[in-house]
């Protein structure tokens, strides 16, 4: 987790002048600067992704450096953060941008969706599927993902202008 969170720290501090940003813009009605910050976000996190999965290539020998030989991680574990960390930078940028214009009800249900989904699939994944600790990694990366499609969802309904009921909220 630390390893990957690299990651994640660099596309946070990205990251986090965009929420009052997208309030101003958004109050603005300035939906082409909004579509163009959005667009430049997709592109740093796609070299993001690229950093992440040079770390994941390397992660066996940087493991040894950092914890010596005697500590093996299982290299499913190590992609299971990494998939987590390339999820949770592509969950940003759509949750910065409702966060920042308050459309938060989808995330709401979302968030408590994952949650009911997260539990009994880590314990499926971890204990029948006997994945262990990646097990859990990937169970929480599913919900992630599920989530990710809704905020995305909403995202592009509130730019068209598309954006009516529970989308709206």
């Known amino acids: 987790n ?5 990651g994640l720290i660099i596309f946070t501090i990205i990251m986090t002048p965009m929420w009052s940003a997208y ?6 009605q300035e939906m082409n600067w909004i579509r163009n910050t959005l667009k430049k976000l ?4 796609f070299f993001l992704f690229l950093f992440v999965l040079i770390m994941l290539a390397t992660s066996n020998y940087i493991y040894k450096i950092w914890v010596g030989e ?3 991680i299982n290299w499913l574990v190590s992609f299971g953060w ?3 960390v390339i999820l949770q930078m592509f969950n ?7 966060n920042g214009i308050s459309k938060i009800r989808i995330q709401l249900y979302t968030a408590i969706s994952s949650i009911i989904i997260n539990i009994p699939l880590s314990i499926y994944f971890a204990k029948y599927l006997n994945f262990g600790v990646a097990g859990v990694i990937f169970a929480t990366n599913i919900s992630i993902f599920i989530y990710i499609i809704f905020r995305a969802i909403q995202v592009k309904k509130i730019l068209n202008g598309k954006a009516k009921g529970i989308w709206n909220r």
């Open 2 to 6: 630390k390893y990957f969170s690299v």
């Open 70 to 72: 005697n500590v093996r």
């Open 23 to 28: 309030t101003e813009a958004y109050i603005k």
């Open 92 to 98: 940003m940028i759509f949750t910065h941008f409702l």
């Open 82 to 84: 990494a998939l987590f």
């Open 42 to 45: 997709f592109a740093t996190w």
